[in-house]
């Protein structure tokens, strides 16, 4: 196995605090575009944003910093994040709805 499979990861992640609302999934798009990192992120109905996304270890680590900042009219209070197997089937990161 390379050492660039060995270094992909898959997480899942929910963010919780002012995340609804203040274009946090549009946000976490782009940075996902800009370290690309595939999967997808949504609202879920208590409030949260659900992310999971895939990627070499060191730009999801950095795509998570820039989670835990936000958007400018976001307040984030926590991240938790549950590492999985990689499953490689996503092509893109996409909002779901």
Not at 75 to 96: C, L, N, R
Request: proline fraction near 4%; hydrophobic fraction near 45%.
């Amino acid at each position: 196995m390379s050492e660039a499979v060995r270094n992909l990861v898959r997480a899942h992640a929910w963010v919780s605090g002012r995340v609804q609302g203040v274009a946090y999934r549009a946000f976490a798009r782009q940075a996902a575009l800009h370290w690309k990192l595939t999967g997808g992120v949504r609202n879920l109905e208590d409030g949260r944003v659900e992310v999971v996304v895939e990627g070499a270890r060191p730009d999801v680590d950095a795509f998570f910093g820039e989670l835990k900042q936000g958007p400018p009219t976001a307040f984030v209070t926590d991240i938790q994040i549950q590492w999985k197997p990689i499953m490689g089937q996503d092509i893109d990161f996409v909002i779901w709805y």
